[in-house]
């Protein structure tokens, strides 16, 4: 995972602040000011389109967002933010051009060096020891080698053979569970069921399942100055996850082939021979995103269906709804919030020249709420005709290799959900993750109605 680089928001509003004095850009400097405070009340229509910067996570933790995609998706889909927190990039904001973008990894690439995967990433040469390669960050042929190393994991044979056991921890996280007394989902279930899970993929010991997730939440926050000083401290975590596996990686090499993912690494000959980074990145996205997509969709349903509480009703009156509504939990919370490319050649998109060297970002969120492609894009619809229209586990050859786990975990909780509790109410304010890359909620205070 790219490092963000989020200390550039003084820069950024200095400069704008000088071309509103120049006349450049007609607002006012208290709604500057405020526009930029990503006041959660402030009216997206007084910010000029040139002014607005979707990649600020101020947005998403505070669940202002929708509003700005909503704008840019009506009055200009491919949209040039020449100054943003992240550097200029294009927003994409509509589900075709979205799916356009994603499909042509010809023209627009993934590779590290180049930018890869998040906005914000490293381009700059003296910043590569603090590069993370990864095959989601790479292009064919290389990314397809790599990617194909562990996609034998999740094919439907496998996962049928893994869900009674998924089965069997849910039912044990779920009775273990406080009845009538509030208490974190996040920490309590989403994270704990996650856990176990990367644990098993990965056959390492479950007394260290926490760590697993811990090392996936270092990666979202290595921009974060109220955790981290320098993304070069944060690194220094994560250089702990890499002497974690690397021991597990060196003894696999030395023992017959198992069916578990750092196995798998370690015989192929695609990736039996990985440096230290390149280790440590796929290692990194293998637990980021087998954490990060079910961690956060299963928190995000239990909100969505507590706002609506009609589509909780029909679930209730109909469990036979769940495997549409999984779909429907994931296109509504879309947890990774975009994906970014990088231009290999001059091109076009949506009517706008796009140069080469030039970054994109597929706003997956935004494509989600996408009214003409998606009827009734704003609403949660649990019994929806066609649940798996969403953009949320990409397309092409970077589509999401664990997209069929994800949604087994969502199906076989719900299900066992269904059979113990008449609700899993929310009773307080949730707390959402300060990032722009991954939509996620850290704290979600809820209680379970008998």
């Excluded at 060096?113 to 003296?126: A, C, F, Q």
Aim: net charge negative; with cysteine; aromatic share 8%.
């Amino acid at each position: 995972m790219s490092v963000q680089y989020l200390d550039q928001n003084n820069e950024v509003r200095e400069s704008l602040m000088a071309r509103q004095a120049n006349g450049e850009l007609d607002i006012p400097n208290k709604e500057m000011a405020a526009a930029f405070a990503i006041d959660p009340h402030f009216d997206v229509n007084k910010i000029p389109l040139d002014a607005l910067d979707p990649s600020n996570p101020a947005l998403f933790s505070n669940d202002t967002m929708w509003e700005h995609f909503a704008r840019l998706r009506k009055e200009d889909p491919v949209h040039y933010h020449k100054e943003s927190t992240v550097g200029p990039y294009w927003s994409v904001t509509k589900y075709e051009d979205i799916m356009e973008v994603d499909k042509k990894h010809d023209v627009f690439s993934s590779q590290a060096r180049l930018g890869g995967i998040t906005l914000g990433g490293i381009t700059r040469e003296d910043d590569d020891d603090f590069a993370l390669p990864m095959f989601i960050a790479m292009d064919p042929p290389k990314h397809d080698a790599q990617r194909k190393v562990v996609t034998p994991m999740f094919i439907p044979r496998n996962l049928a053979d893994l869900e009674p056991l998924i089965r069997e921890r849910i039912g044990v996280i779920l009775d273990g569970l406080p009845r009538n007394e509030e208490f974190n989902w996040v920490k309590h279930v989403s994270v704990e069921l996650t856990g176990q899970m990367l644990a098993t993929l990965f056959d390492v010991p479950q007394e260290d399942r926490l760590k697993l997730v811990y090392w996936s939440d270092t990666v979202q926050s290595l921009g974060d100055p109220d955790l981290f000083d320098t993304p070069q401290e944060g690194f220094q975590v994560l250089f702990e996850c890499l002497a974690y596996f690397t021991e597990f990686y060196e003894q696999r090499k030395k023992e017959p082939p198992k069916f578990d993912l750092i196995s798998m690494l370690a015989h192929d000959p695609s990736t039996n021979n990985m440096s230290p980074q390149e280790l440590l990145g796929n290692i990194i996205l293998l637990i980021v995103g087998g954490n990060d997509t079910t961690r956060n969709s299963i928190s995000g349903g239990v909100l969505a269906l507590n706002q609506n509480p009609r589509e909780y009703e029909k679930l209730l009156q109909n469990p036979s709804l769940i495997p549409k509504m999984v779909s429907e939990i994931i296109r509504w919370q879309t947890p990774l919030a975009h994906m970014a490319r990088t231009a290999l050649e001059d091109t076009t998109l949506g009517g706008k020249q796009i140069k080469k060297g030039d970054r994109l970002a597929m706003w997956y969120i935004s494509g989600n709420r996408d009214e003409d492609y998606i009827e009734d894009a704003d609403k949660f619809i649990i019994d929806r005709a066609n649940p798996r229209t969403h953009t949320a586990f990409g397309y092409g050859v970077h589509r999401c290799v664990g997209n069929r786990l994800a949604e087994m975990q969502l199906r076989v909780m719900w299900e066992e959900i269904q059979k113990r509790f008449s609700k899993v109410e929310v009773t307080g304010d949730p707390t959402l993750l300060h990032s722009s890359f991954v939509h996620g909620i850290t704290d979600l205070p809820v209680t379970l109605r008998d």
